[in-house]
């Protein structure tokens, strides 16, 4: 007898029924705790916020997004690597849907290319109901009676801009300064993302190898740019160094070789290591090899305090490695890998989907600007400061962005004389959500969660938490915020808010908050 092959939400389907039975409970007081929250924010925020029309939408709205944050996080485990929980990809298997999957190393659809993300609507349909149920999109007078007044708040400084952009059409809903290029912060790693993915691909990842060269015994640790390869005893996923050294010395000792001359390779990328703000405990200095960021305590994001020479450091690092293996080497010194060199063992960071959102989620600098430099490498440009701006810039022409006035002179966004319009961000977030463009969905879901993630974890507390997705910017002087809300009728919608020449950060970050916060409560079909 010929058994049938079990279709995938048949196989998922225990272990959704087990995880669905036990968030039930917690989604149950998650709707009932945020009834009295989202009143408040209509309240609150403005006397011309719309409220919402009935409470079962508000209870599935809420429901919606604190159940992804609070009752699926502590049912379902940690995040894959790609950023999803196991629930979410379970669920989306239970539906009979593509898209969502997991890229890692140990996912099972890591033998093959991720299938395209499900299209907004889907989703859509998810949060609100059918599509067909779904009001018209908010009308600009609407939208404009509601973040007009907030953002003429004095907080925001002399110069601001913004838009917002309906993801499922792209059509522009609202906007003031729309194609004002001004100082973006850190929301410009949204865009080095989306220069990343699109020039190397979502699945694309970062080797750091060891090579053997002939007749001389020099030992190359060749960097690959991988700003993410750690040291550490529990790697989590990502590359090990250690790993690296146990492979290199069994292929060594393979050999009968047990003393070696040091060196390693840092000229995958040109020009200047240190970035023009000098000095600073935001990022290391840009190298082709680091270990842990070049941090020299034990975080793992953040701002810390760096080795002076990352390559070096990490070279020291290896050197001790190999020594607990029985492999001897020199005190290791700057060389480069030639074309006759073995390689004899390499570590391969996840792909670069999971990059793009610990980079976007943790606002990392190291990794933006290797990131950046990536680009420059793929598409021929010289991979220094100036070259990973053309790049950025060029690649992001190519996917038919709007790029006028735009200027990248870091990937990070920590230079002060970056420039980028909010029409670009919210043109950009919308094409995230795309299915023509699965490669840029990793933008969307590494946005960090209002309230919950990377650095929106301690804001919206008593707001929209759960609801707004979004990437932060900071820079003296500077404030913005750029990313995704679901709003009261079931529109996603993109926004920008930039503002240029603030004075009070904590004031400014507030009234930035206060506006996405009046988008997600704002009924304004």
């Not at 009935?54 to 940690?78: E, K």
């Not at 190359?220 to 740019?225: E, I, P, R, S, T």
């Not at 670009?424 to 995230?432: I, N, Q």
């Not at 808010?497 to 079909?525: I, V």
């Amino acid at each position: 007898m010929v058994v049938p092959e079990l279709r995938p939400w048949q196989a998922a389907k225990p272990r959704v029924t087990r995880i669905a039975d036990a968030l039930r409970p917690r989604l149950a007081r998650a709707a009932t705790a945020a009834r009295p929250r989202l009143a408040r924010l209509g309240r609150a925020v403005s006397s011309q916020v719309t409220r919402p029309k009935t409470w079962q939408y508000t209870a599935g709205a809420a429901t919606a997004g604190l159940a992804l944050a609070v009752g699926v996080v502590t049912a379902a485990g940690p995040w894959d690597s790609s950023g999803q929980r196991t629930a979410e990809r379970d669920l989306a298997a239970a539906q009979g849907r593509t898209g969502g999957a997991d890229h890692g190393p140990d996912s099972a659809t890591a033998a093959k290319a991720p299938d395209p993300a499900p299209s907004a609507a889907s989703v859509l349909g998810g949060l609100g109901g059918s599509a067909g149920r779904v009001k018209s999109v908010p009308g600009g007078k609407a939208l404009a009676g509601v973040l007009d007044p907030l953002l003429d708040d004095p907080a925001l400084g002399a110069r601001r801009a913004a838009v917002v952009v309906a993801v499922t059409s792209g059509k522009r809903l609202y906007g003031v300064g729309a194609d004002t290029a001004l100082t973006p912060a850190s929301t410009t790693k949204i865009a080095t993302a989306a220069a990343a993915l699109s020039a190397l691909g979502p699945d694309h990842r970062l080797t750091t190898r060891t090579a053997l060269e002939p007749d001389t015994k020099e030992l190359v640790l060749v960097g690959g740019g991988d700003p993410t390869l750690t040291a550490r005893e529990d790697a989590e996923g990502w590359a090990s160094l250690r790993t690296l050294a146990e492979d290199t010395a069994t292929a060594l000792k393979k050999d009968g070789v047990r003393e070696v001359t040091l060196s390693y390779d840092v000229t995958l990328y040109a020009g200047d290591e240190a970035h023009p703000i000098g000095v600073n405990d935001n990022l290391a200095r840009v190298s082709a090899l680091m270990a842990d960021e070049a941090r020299t305590d034990d975080s793992t994001s953040g701002p810390a305090p760096r080795a002076a020479d990352p390559a070096a450091e990490a070279a020291r690092t290896f050197a001790d490695l190999l020594g607990g293996h029985g492999v001897k080497t020199t005190s290791p010194g700057p060389s480069k890998a030639t074309g006759r060199a073995e390689t004899l063992a390499e570590v391969a960071s996840p792909p670069l989907s999971a990059l793009v959102e610990r980079m976007l989620t943790n606002s990392d600098n190291d990794i933006a600007e290797a990131l950046a430099r990536q680009t420059a490498v793929a598409t021929g440009e010289r991979p220094d400061f100036g070259g990973a701006g053309r790049a950025i810039r060029a690649e992001l022409k190519k996917l038919g962005l709007p790029v006028t006035g735009a200027d990248f002179k870091d990937g990070s966004g920590l230079n002060r004389d970056d420039r980028l319009t909010a029409a670009l961000l919210t043109t950009l977030l919308a094409k995230s959500g795309d299915p023509a463009y699965p490669e840029l969905r990793p933008i969307l879901t590494g946005l960090p969660i209002a309230g919950f993630t990377g650095t929106l974890t301690s804001r919206y507390t008593d707001g929209a938490a759960g609801i707004v997705r979004a990437k932060t910017g900071t820079l003296s002087g500077v404030n913005a915020l750029a990313g995704t809300v679901v709003d009261q009728d079931g529109h996603l919608l993109a926004f920008a808010f930039l503002a240029n020449g603030t004075t009070d950060p904590g004031a400014a970050q507030s009234a930035l908050d206060a506006t996405a916060t009046a988008l997600a409560a704002c009924g304004c079909g």
